[in-house]
């Protein structure tokens, strides 16, 4: 292959994703890692006086590239998989997993950054250099740099072989979802189900060739059964399905089963921990972190836990009896609760999700997202061109005074062949590069990913995508990751944006977000009925505001249960020993929960965030960065009871200044406190979530 010609190795400007084809990746890989390698011997055998100038801008230049065509390999693989892609993915991961190995473990490099540290130049550096100087010999620490030479090969193939099995895990999961079918052929079993679920499963069917209704385990497929279905055995049908996908207890497809995978990641990870002195993975996680111990993240989950248990009981007293006495279910099972809540829910606020999802068409709910980000923080979004990976993704611009600062992917709508969920990535940092033509931004960009319902058409006529209002919030909060990525005003890449950022803290703008989705001075701009185009009258948003905490104590519940079992199972378990990771979930189950899942319920098969994304040991930080994000919207709260309306610019400008644009360039508490004048206080989340005493 020419080499020239290869797509991945295009960094002129935004990736080249209608050109990358799955017979680039090796080549490119191979090129970029050379190229490094290169770069990392010649720092190696440089003699002179350390300086950021020679040892950290070469290093940073060149691996830079491997993680931007790296990054676009990656993203593709997760949204438009198929099976060569997949293929050069795997093929081509363990050559990066072993790259950044070696160079986390390389001593000549530890030993020059600390010598940076040590150095004359050192003071004289802005507090960014420094941060990043400190990260790197942190991260050369936990890389291994400092292991005898005898333990530095095996300390390699743990990390190899934790990416392969984090892969696989993922995999499974994804195949297991897109292999899901479930076809209904009379459609008085869909009895309670919307039209518009109905509409978009009998297009499914159709897509395939066949009649009736298809459902998948894509989320907006499968969810409004579990909600609205009045067939029981149609509820239970999908709760299985998608409660054991990837698990022992699936029927079909022995080989997509996690368990195994979830093990083995546990003991290399245990494995990891010791070999850097650490008694487990959950001390090693916690180093970066805003928390210090296990042991603290612990008992804030139980307080946590305890405060919110008994409004947990309150609420689910009263949907047991409600679903007995107006539902007929004596007995309320796991795929009884979202279907029973929703009717309780519309008895007692005269309102449905499917009443409000009709004033959330796409084209609106996004225009009105742009307009809340560009009153709180004096930019301008604007439509943009960009080579797209897939025929429904859009590409923006973000704009201020008139200057390029960010650009972002918008890919919104679930699909075969795309891992579930929602989140945001950075396809590239921000960074000031000084040349021979003196400095230039080079702007940050984000892919912004979501699984909601697409667009149908129906006799012909294409309608809008719908979104929940749970929806909206989700797209609300993965744009203040984007928002912490893109308004970084950092120029060093190392702390720019999100990186640098603890792991603990860097839900902080994206839960701080998912807030203006509650006010009325938002919601009004950015609702229109599907069919009157009328705006969402007051009267439902009066409704919508006093069920805003509809059964806060068991989500609480449900967290707290998520992120202790991710605590405890990265804090002294012997994946090894007796106890399975079952037990250990069991244990947490009944310590915390007020309602228990059925036996053959297995969540923790697809629990992506720490098996496969990077959460392992820190679930707890959705909780956690909740404090601040809570505590930090008080402040708008604050300034719209002086002038009437929460989108604050003065405020928003604060935010942006203190917290959005300083990335990791200082620890998050610093931030937080430059904000707010104080340490942050746990009372807003617990007024925002109706469990103030």
Known sequence: MNIALNPLLDFSDLPRFDAIKPEHVGPAIDSLLEQCRDVVKDLESRTDQVTWENFVEPLEDVTEKLGRAWGAVGHMNAVVDTPELRAAYNENQPKITEFWTALSQNLVLFTKYKALQLGPDYNGYSPARKKIIENAVRDFRLGGAELREEQKPRFAEIQEKQAALQTKFSENILDATNDYALFVDDEAELAGLPDDAKQAARAAAEADGKPGWKFTLHFPSYFPILQYADNR????????????????????????????????????????????????????????????????????LEDL???????????????????DKELGITKLEAWDATYASEKLREQRYAFSEQEVKQYFPEPKVVAGLFRTVETLFSVSIKPDNAPVWHPDVKFFRIEKNGALVGQFYLDLYARNGKRGGAWMDDARGRRVITGNDGERVQTPIAYLTCNFSSPITVDGKTKPALFTHDEVITLFHEFGHGLHHMLTQVGELGVSGINGVEWDAVELPSQFMENFCWEWDVLQHMTAHADTGKPLPRALYDKMIAAKNFQSGLQTLRQVEFSLFDMLLHNGYDAAGPQSVQDVLNEVRTQVSVMLPPAFNRFQHSFSHIFAGGYAAGYYSY?????????????????????GNVLSAATGARFLREILAMGGSRPAIESFKAFRGREPEIDALLRHSGMAA
Request: charged fraction near 30%; aromatic fraction near 10%; hydrophobic fraction near 40%.
């Open 623 to 643: 909780k956690w960065a909740e404090v601040l994000s809570a505590d930090a919207y008080g402040a708008f709260e604050e300034a719209g009871k002086v002038d």
């Open 233 to 300: 055995k149609l509820r239970e049908t999908i709760y299985r399905a998608n409660a054991t996908k990837a698990s022992d207890q699936a029927t079909d497809h022995p080989e997509w089963d996690n368990t195994q995978n979830i093990v083995e990641i546990l003991k290399l990870r245990d494995e990891e921990a010791k070999l850097l002195g650490y008694k487990n993975f959950a001390e090693v996680s916690l180093v970066p972190k805003m928390a210090q111990t296990p042991e603290q993240v612990i008992g804030f």
């Open 305 to 323: 836990a305890k405060r919110a248990r008994p409004f947990a009981e309150k609420d689910l007293a009263e949907l047991r009896a409600f679903a």
